[in-house]
């Protein structure tokens, strides 16, 4: 039997509606068609993440490895090409992936070794510099889901969020971000992002100390990619240090990389307003720090 966590089943519905209760539902025979299909034996307990059923399994030849599942979108669409561009430099790498479904064969890292399991947090800052600085310096291809498109969209929707903000200081900040995004708006770059590189996407593997899981890609500019290392496992008075550290390792101009860091706020900012909440204080305080950086 294919196990469907309970969590994963909850997340898809809360997000997705009718359309993640259908990929729930269908969940156990996809997984057992791509069982038989590319000859996998089912090797763990299934995993999870919110958007994917992650099955340990080996291949015909008995190598491990890992079978995901996940709903065909613009996010998970863009997560194979990618993958094949890095091609297991710095990131996980791709070894078969079905195109209709957005079924993907993946390597098999070590998930009880993750980069935020890592006590000294500065280090494991340095370690998401460097996966980003290598990540970062392909440039994306032109099909690729586009920053400049995001970034637009955010300054349209910016007037309309503010006047769901009732407290006046969260507002002026949040409208600070969008006028540090539209600063740099008309330049959106045009390297292959990650876009969600957090300590919880940083696997241990035994070919390499560390690699990427989980991209959501985009053509854009890298500072976009700070804000994760930078809000989780937070800690304000260590902003600027890590603020400082993302940008020096990857070679960013400081006053681009804070524009676009800034900007990431404010799409968080965004989502938060959308799904009927404030914004929330640790992101908006680390735009306050950052403002004078």
Request: with cysteine; glycine share 4%; hydrophobic share 45%.
């Given at each position: 039997?294919?196990?469907?966590?309970?969590?994963?089943?909850?997340?898809?519905?809360?997000?997705?509606?009718?359309?993640?209760?259908?990929?729930?539902?269908?969940?156990?025979?996809?997984?057992?068609?791509?069982?038989?299909?590319?000859?996998?034996?089912?090797?763990?307990?299934?995993?999870?993440?919110?958007?994917?059923?992650?099955?340990?399994?080996?291949?015909?030849?008995?190598?491990?490895?890992?079978?995901?599942?996940?709903?065909?979108?613009?996010?998970?669409?863009?997560?194979?090409?990618?993958?094949?561009?890095?091609?297991?430099?710095?990131?996980?790498?791709?070894?078969?992936?079905?195109?209709?479904?957005?079924?993907?064969?993946?390597?098999?890292?070590?998930?009880?070794?993750?980069?935020?399991?890592?006590?000294?947090?500065?280090?494991?800052?340095?370690?998401?510099?460097?996966?980003?600085?290598?990540?970062?310096?392909?440039?994306?291809?032109?099909?690729?889901?586009?920053?400049?498109?995001?970034?637009?969209?955010?300054?349209?929707?910016?007037?309309?969020?503010?006047?769901?903000?009732?407290?006046?200081?969260?507002?002026?900040?949040?409208?600070?971000?969008?006028?540090?995004?539209?600063?740099v708006v008309a330049e959106p770059g045009d390297r292959l992002l990650h876009w969600d590189l957090h300590y919880e996407n940083v696997l241990a593997a035994d070919r390499a100390p560390w690699?990427?899981?989980?991209?959501?890609?985009?053509?854009?500019?890298?500072?976009?990619?700070?804000?994760?290392?930078?809000?989780?496992?937070?800690?304000?008075?260590?902003?600027?240090?890590?603020?400082?550290?993302?940008?020096?390792?990857?070679?960013?101009?400081?006053?681009?990389?804070?524009?676009?860091?800034?900007?990431?706020?404010?799409?968080?900012?965004?989502?938060?307003?959308?799904?009927?909440?404030?914004?929330?204080?640790?992101?908006?305080?680390?735009?306050?720090?950052?403002?004078?950086?």
């Amino acid at each position: 039997m294919i196990d469907v966590p309970a969590a994963l089943a909850a997340e898809q519905v809360k997000y997705n509606g009718p359309a993640g209760h259908a990929f729930i539902t269908a969940l156990p025979d996809l997984a057992q068609s791509f069982l038989d299909r590319w000859r996998l034996r089912l090797d763990g307990p299934s995993m999870h993440g919110v958007s994917a059923l992650v099955l340990p399994v080996t291949t015909a030849d008995g190598a491990p490895a890992v079978l995901k599942l996940q709903i065909l979108d613009e996010e998970s669409a863009g997560e194979p090409v990618a993958l094949r561009l890095w091609d297991g430099d710095h990131a996980v790498r791709l070894l078969r992936h079905d195109e209709p479904t957005a079924a993907m064969l993946l390597e098999r890292l070590d998930p009880t070794r993750m980069l935020s399991h890592l006590d000294d947090v500065h280090e494991a800052v340095l370690v998401i510099a460097g996966l980003l600085a290598r990540l970062t310096a392909l440039p994306a291809p032109k099909d690729m889901r586009r920053l400049a498109d995001i970034a637009h969209a955010m300054l349209e929707q910016t007037p309309h969020a503010l006047k769901h903000v009732s407290d006046p200081a969260d507002r002026r900040l949040t409208a600070d971000c969008a006028a540090a995004l539209s600063e740099v708006v008309a330049e959106p770059g045009d390297r292959l992002l990650h876009w969600d590189l957090h300590y919880e996407n940083v696997l241990a593997a035994d070919r390499a100390p560390w690699l990427a899981i989980d991209p959501k890609p985009l053509a854009g500019d890298p500072g976009f990619e700070l804000l994760p290392a930078i809000v989780d496992r937070y800690d304000p008075a260590d902003v600027r240090w890590r603020f400082d550290a993302l940008t020096g390792v990857l070679g960013l101009d400081r006053d681009r990389a804070r524009a676009w860091t800034l900007a990431r706020v404010l799409q968080d900012c965004l989502w938060e307003i959308e799904d009927g909440r404030p914004p929330e204080p640790r992101r908006l305080e680390t735009a306050r720090l950052l403002r004078r950086a």
